[in-house]
């Protein structure tokens, strides 16, 4: 959650002398949380919840602009979930980087009955549903990743009545600084990465399609993503599960990691940059880039003299940005080694933070975790809350740094407050997603994310590869029709005699025992279709063993039936018998009768494939092209929004 700390955020240059202040408790808060909660903190109790995030967009008949109304009506809604507070199903409102931007979980987390699976879909139509109902008559909350025409023209509405004085945080040509949420950490986010880097800029190359009529001689990528907003701005689908203890949460961590490329090219829904269609589909790379605050000596293109207040000098080599698939697996293996052994790409830490945290008795594995993410410096530091800041009750410090290491994963430790009695465990939150046009699709991949960890950890599978494989993969899964063409590099046998054999009775032992030494490899290239549907006879493929384990818990009929349409859903993805919503919105674009076949995605377009995304996710446009035949959305209204009622029917546990 974005620490929205009332104050002021220093400038980078204010910040300069507190950073090591902030690195260093940080690390401490950690330790007390570790202290606080490692062993006893036990949570048998399976919860868990998505985040979806909406933008908002006014539409005339020719052309759609980002709203800039996302705080206003965020907190218009949260008011009114504060008067509808008694009532069992509701949400809840996050801020967002973009101003148009909000995002809505559930009020309280899923819990872990089968029956839990079927609520989902159900709370984030109550989430359309009252999204809708502030709106105003012009506007729409179609979920799309980003809107074609954003960073084109005058984009933002309302209109500016300034010109050049408009981008004095930003420094970027197409990008108002009122584009940004005016909380002001935000703001500051983007100036202080923007400095950390040298005064440069950001500056994100998604590569261009080359249509039949693009001119051949047009640059090679797409240009002009210079603002932080062009990823940040992006919407994503997120989940995130409370793990029985911190053991159980970290090897979740690694085992998701593995899959996140695989969720993040069955999702794909950001074939368009800046009007201009580019040859990726997904958004990956250009919020990797547009949150890179590394300094030109840390990213390899330049020097920078060493300034010994910021992490690593400055200067100290970073392979990649804090934006990122992981850098090190987190579990710790009583054979310590098997698990690092596929750690094998560079991963710097701050070595002062991990000799602190062996130094308190943190194992090796998370030491390395932790101090990875302090090798960043802390981004926005607010005035009077440095050296005010209370180690034992507060984790600010920590949350800075961990809220700012954005990667595909992240472990969540409870916050220092937690008791076993009382408050959140420890968590993992499965990151890469994006987001998709309907509630159907945003609650079948949620559903499925669940499932697969749940199978993971009942049937005691596991999905190491090497590091290196997993890079390779969201390399991979970000080309164009990734979905159905790319292939990854998977586990070839995730433990498969154990799933044979039922359940085994020690969970983990299955990362520790050492992978065949004549076998050619533990993994291979698997396509999407294969890794959800099985491969020869040595693969069961994701999509059967979770139908496997529904049956194992003696999942419900009626909920089976539903989660069945989850996961056919997911299934048909990867066939390629429906599309992405990357798929989708090309198909659309080269249908459209204004489209030039030249790549270029013009007001209009922008504009029609924003309210056909809209119309789609409200149910008010059938979208046969894009869920089959089979799955019609029921339409949503405003009508009622806040008159819901739980209907909750908790049959079956999802974990024995
Ligand atoms: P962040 O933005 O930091 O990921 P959010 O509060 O936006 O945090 O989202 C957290 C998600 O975790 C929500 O879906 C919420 O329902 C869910 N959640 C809340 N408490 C728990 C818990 N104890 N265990 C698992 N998930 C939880
Ligand atoms: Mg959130
Ligand atoms: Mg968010
Ligand atoms: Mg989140
Ligand atoms: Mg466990
Ligand atoms: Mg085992």
Redesign the pocket.
Known sequence: RAILTVGSPMSWGESLDHLAYVREHGVLQFIKVWENCCSMRRTDELLWGDEVEYGLLRVSESKAWVSLRGPEVREALEAAEGEHAHRSEGCLWHPEYGAWMIEGTPSRPYSGYAADLCRVERNMRLRRKRLLSFLEDDEICPTIVNFAGFGVGDFCWPPSSSTSSDNKVTHSPSVPDRAINPHPRFAALTANIRARRGGENVDARPPRFFDAKTPTNAPESIEGLDAMAYGMGCCCLQVTFQ???A??ARYAYDQLAALAPVMLALTAGAPVWRGVLADTDARWDVVSASVDDRTPAERGTGVFPLDPRMAGGGNTPLPRSRYSSISRYAFECEDEGQVAQFCDVEAPIDSEAFDVLRGAGVDPALARHVAGLFARDPLVVFEGKVTQVDDDVSSDHFDNIQSTNWNTVRLKPPPPTATNATGPGWRTEFRPMEVQLTDFENAAFAVFAVLVTRVI?AFDLNLYVPLSRIDANMRRAMRRDAAIKAKFFFRRQMDADQVADGFADE?FDACCAPPDPDAPAVYEEMTAAEIIDGKGDYFPGLAPLAYAYLDYIGCDRDSLAQISTYVEHVRERANGKRPTPAKWIRDFIKAHPDYAHDGIVSEKIARDIAVAAHEIGVGARPAPELLGDDVVVRPITPDGAWDSREVHVAVVMLFA
């Open positions: 793990a029985r203890d053991r159980e950890l969970r």
